[in-house]
């Protein structure tokens, strides 16, 4: 079973400032299908990156995902106050997500 | 559009059998490039994937090992709809379960969700 592990656990940060959050697998992971998502309170989740490092329909180009084998990475450039969320990885819709990073202001 | 919508009870008993169901809209349960999801959300146990079903020249399932005992997901083409069972639940079993879409379009990203429906297991 491929676990994932989200660091860190929660990031306090300004508006303005980046964020980079990390989701590591125990088991090497394709890119094709790695996917990360946001969530807001009483919300779904909402798809943000699939394949890795393209983003869905709207989502803004601060926004970007990275990685290869068992080490990922979402990267947001500028917070805006919309971006403040949970976030969560998966490696493919069939797996279990990562436990999450919330991204709250400072 | 595509659009998701759930229905079903808020509240099972201990040991009954929990069911939901997702009505699609702008889309096709049948459709060879989707596959149709249930994923639940707890505090105890983060977001968990369940089970999907899909259409690839047949229908296939599959389920998580946490759940594989107890889940049944179905396909419904004269509704176009799918549907979860899951069976002899307990208080852990209570979570907001949705209903979700993976499209080869969008590298099986699941980029369509229901609204979720909150079920509490309680008697």
């Known amino acids: 079973e491929n676990v994932l592990t989200q660091s860190p656990g929660s990031l306090s940060l300004s508006p303005g400032e980046r964020a980079a959050l990390s989701c590591r697998t125990n088991?090497?992971?394709?890119?094709?299908?790695f996917a990360w998502y946001q969530q807001k309170p009483g919300q779904p989740p909402r798809l943000l990156i699939y394949?890795?490092?393209t983003r869905a329909t709207g989502v803004p180009d601060r926004f970007r995902g990275s990685g290869s084998g068992k080490d990922f990475t979402l990267t947001i450039s500028r917070l805006e106050p919309e971006d403040f969320a949970v976030y969560y990885c998966?490696?493919?819709?069939?797996?279990?997500f990562g436990q999450g990073t919330k991204v709250e202001i400072k | 559009q595509v659009q998701l919508q759930q229905s079903g009870p808020g509240l099972v008993k201990p040991s009954q059998t929990l069911s939901l169901t997702c009505v699609i809209s702008?889309?096709?349960?049948?459709?060879?490039?989707?596959?149709w999801n249930w994923i639940r959300q707890s505090p105890s146990r983060g977001l968990e994937w369940l089970g999907r079903?899909?259409?690839?020249?047949?229908?296939?399932?599959e389920y998580a090992v946490s759940v594989n005992s107890r889940i049944v997901v179905n396909p419904d083409t004269t509704r176009n709809q799918f549907s979860l069972q899951l069976k002899s639940v307990t208080p852990e079993d209570t979570a907001v379960y949705y209903c979700?879409?993976?499209?080869?379009?969008?590298?099986?990203?699941?980029?369509?969700w229901g609204q979720g429906t909150t079920v509490i297991v309680s008697s």
């Open positions: 088991q090497s992971t394709s890119i094709a299908y």
């Open positions: 079903t899909y259409y690839r020249s047949k229908w296939d399932t």
């Open positions: 979700a879409r993976a499209t080869v379009k969008k590298g099986y990203g699941l980029d369509v």
């Open positions: 394949g890795t490092s």
């Open positions: 998966q490696p493919h819709a069939g797996a279990a």
């Open positions: 702008g889309d096709s349960v049948s459709s060879n490039s989707a596959t």
